[in-house]
Structure formats: C-alpha cells, structure tokens
C-alpha cells in the first residue's frame, strides 16, 4: 500500500476497461480491479458492437487488458474490493484477502446482475435464446416463433419491440396479464397472442430453447425468449459508499445516479456502465466510461487550481 492511485476502477467490463484507456492515455495512476464476474460472459456474442460484432465477450475483455498493458501508469489486478473508507484527500480500498489501496479517486463500474425468472431450464440457455435485449441477440433469432416473458406494461412494450425482429411472437405472463385498459388490444392488432398460463419449464436440445411447457403440460414451441428480467448491484460497494440510487425505473430499482459528468453523490466517487443504466448495453458501457474518465481527469485538475 506504498501506491496513493489517483483513481481505482472497480470493474474490468467493457465500462471499467474503456475508463482506464483513457486514464492510462492521461499519465492518471490507475488501478483496474476485476472481479470477473461480467454479466455478458454466458453470450453467445456482443451484437451492434463496431468492430467487435458478434464476438465472444472474452475477447473483447481480453483485448482491452491487453491494450492497458501499453501504458505504464495503468495497473490491474484480479480480486474483490468489499470496503471503502473515506477519508481526507481520497479513500482507502480493502480486499477480499485484507489488502488495502488508497486512492484520490473512485470510478465505480461494478455492473449489474440479471434476476431472472426462476424457470427450470432457462438458466442453460441464458445469453443465447433466452435473453433480455433484443438489440443484442434478436438478429440469432430473427423470423423465428418467439415469445416475451412478462407481464403488465413491460410484457406489451417488449413484445411488440420483438415484433420487428419476427411475425410470430406470443406473450406468456405465467398467470394474470396486469395488463392496463387497451394494452391487450394493441397486441391484438400487432398479430400477438398473450397466454396466461402458468409456465413450468424451458425444453431444448444441442443449446438452444425448442418449447415453453405449461403447468398443464402442454407446450408451446419456440426458438427465442425474450424475459423481463430486473438488474440488481453486483457488488455492496456503492450502497457502502452512500452514493445516492435512482428512486425508480422499469428495469432497475437499483441503478446509481450520476450526473452529466458521471460524478455520483459523494464526492470523489464516479460510476459508469450498467450500474448506473436502465438499458444496458456494451457501446453504451464502452462510452460511459470513456466519458466518465475523462471527468475524473477534468476533476483532478480542477484540484491543482
């Protein structure tokens, strides 16, 4: 613990390495710390990512670590930091293990994980056809007999999105639909059909879905299942933080709220990527972290003043 870094970004995702480019690029001394845990790494592949379309999400990380290598102010590490201790001048990291970094600056980007529907069987087919942004993977299933897993506003919004992506898309609520007056007849008029009953298990075979089964042990053949999934903090360290949460969204009650500078509540204490987004995406995580960066790089130098 000899090191003051003027920032440590938690997380080595697509937010976390793209902060620390530009933090490398900027002579900042900066600590990478990843858990390894990215929520993508299940996917088949990173879809409507320039550059990097369809390839493994591995490769993109280990592409990104490997450019950090270049830049001599830059230093990453393996492992979990599970406190953080402010103090005066910066704060001070401990680790899973009982190591300590102190730094001027904290850049959060934990991610976020998936709660999903407890259905047997979906969990083998997570990140391939079943899945929870169908402008990452509707392109795999395209013009294929699909289905949206939800109910209520976010069951009508998602299904008729998937619409554009296939003519046969049926809506399972797994029991009453909550839907709002007018909803079921917009999906009428889109060509969805909404079945209510309650779903028990995902079939497959060689990987991918091939029907949804109902309670009743019917089932209903599918190639692709779109679910209403909810994004939950991977990591304790912004609620310990203090920083201050989004009171509410449709897909996380939980992200952090940033400004437009990507600084959090507390002082010092930055995030970007998927743990402060309600649509979480690889180029929107690859941005938010550049654009976070170059604050914290904005901020130091508004110190030395």
Same mark, same amino acid.
């Given at each position: 613990?000899?090191?003051?870094?003027?920032?440590?970004?938690?997380?080595?995702?697509?937010?976390?390495?793209?902060?620390?480019?530009?933090?490398? =690029?900027? *002579?900042?001394?900066?600590?990478? #710390?990843?858990?390894?845990? !990215?929520?993508?790494?299940?996917?088949?592949?990173?879809?409507?990512?320039?550059?990097?379309?369809?390839?493994?999400?591995?490769?993109?990380?280990? !592409?990104?670590?490997?450019?950090?290598? *270049?830049?001599?102010?830059?230093?990453?590490?393996?492992?979990?930091?599970?406190?953080?201790?402010?103090?005066?001048?910066?704060?001070?990291?401990?680790?899973?293990?009982?190591?300590?970094?102190?730094? *001027? *600056?904290?850049?959060?980007?934990?991610?976020?994980?998936?709660? $999903?529907?407890?259905?047997?069987?979906?969990?083998?087919?997570?990140?391939?056809?079943?899945?929870?942004?169908?402008?990452?993977?509707?392109?795999?299933?395209?013009?294929?007999?699909?289905?949206?897993?939800?109910?209520?506003?976010?069951?009508?919004?998602?299904?008729?999105?998937?619409?554009?992506?296939?003519?046969?898309? @049926?809506?399972?609520?797994?029991?009453?639909?909550?839907? &709002?007056?007018?909803?079921?007849?917009?999906?009428?008029? &889109?060509?969805?059909?909404?079945?209510?009953?309650?779903?028990?298990?995902?079939?497959?075979?060689?990987?991918? $879905?091939?029907?949804?089964?109902?309670?009743?042990?019917?089932?209903?053949?599918?190639?692709?299942?779109?679910?209403?999934?909810?994004?939950? !903090? =991977?990591?304790?360290?912004?609620?310990?933080?203090?920083? !201050?949460? #989004?009171?509410?969204?449709? @897909? +996380?009650?939980?992200? @952090?709220? @940033?400004?437009?500078?990507?600084?959090?509540?507390?002082?010092?204490?930055?995030?970007?990527?998927?743990?402060?987004?309600?649509?979480?995406?690889?180029?929107?995580?690859?941005?938010?972290?550049?654009?976070?960066?170059?604050?914290?790089?904005? +901020?130091?130098?508004?110190?030395?003043?």
């Amino acid at each position: 613990m000899d090191t003051q870094w003027d920032c440590v970004v938690v997380g080595g995702g697509a937010a976390g390495l793209s902060a620390a480019l530009v933090l490398g =690029r900027a *002579r900042r001394r900066t600590l990478v #710390v990843d858990a390894g845990e !990215q929520s993508n790494l299940a996917a088949h592949g990173i879809g409507g990512l320039l550059g990097f379309d369809g390839a493994a999400p591995a490769q993109l990380y280990a !592409q990104g670590r490997a450019e950090l290598t *270049r830049y001599p102010s830059v230093d990453s590490r393996q492992g979990e930091i599970t406190s953080a201790t402010p103090h005066e001048g910066g704060f001070t990291l401990g680790f899973a293990g009982g190591d300590r970094e102190v730094t *001027r *600056r904290i850049l959060l980007a934990t991610g976020m994980r998936y709660d $999903l529907p407890a259905v047997p069987g979906l969990d083998a087919l997570w990140g391939r056809s079943v899945f929870a942004c169908p402008f990452c993977h509707g392109w795999e299933v395209r013009d294929r007999p699909l289905a949206v897993l939800a109910r209520g506003e976010r069951a009508v919004h998602m299904a008729l999105l998937l619409s554009g992506w296939s003519d046969d898309v @049926v809506v399972l609520t797994d029991g009453p639909a909550e839907f &709002a007056a007018g909803d079921r007849g917009r999906l009428t008029a &889109a060509g969805i059909a909404v079945d209510e009953r309650a779903v028990t298990a995902l079939e497959s075979s060689d990987g991918e $879905l091939d029907a949804v089964v109902f309670a009743d042990g019917s089932r209903c053949p599918r190639r692709g299942l779109l679910v209403a999934a909810t994004l939950r !903090q =991977r990591s304790g360290l912004a609620a310990q933080l203090g920083v !201050q949460f #989004v009171a509410a969204g449709p @897909v +996380s009650p939980e992200a @952090v709220e @940033v400004d437009a500078m990507y600084r959090t509540s507390v002082p010092g204490v930055f995030a970007a990527g998927d743990i402060c987004a309600q649509m979480p995406q690889v180029a929107s995580a690859i941005a938010a972290g550049s654009a976070a960066a170059t604050s914290v790089v904005a +901020s130091s130098m508004e110190e030395r003043r």
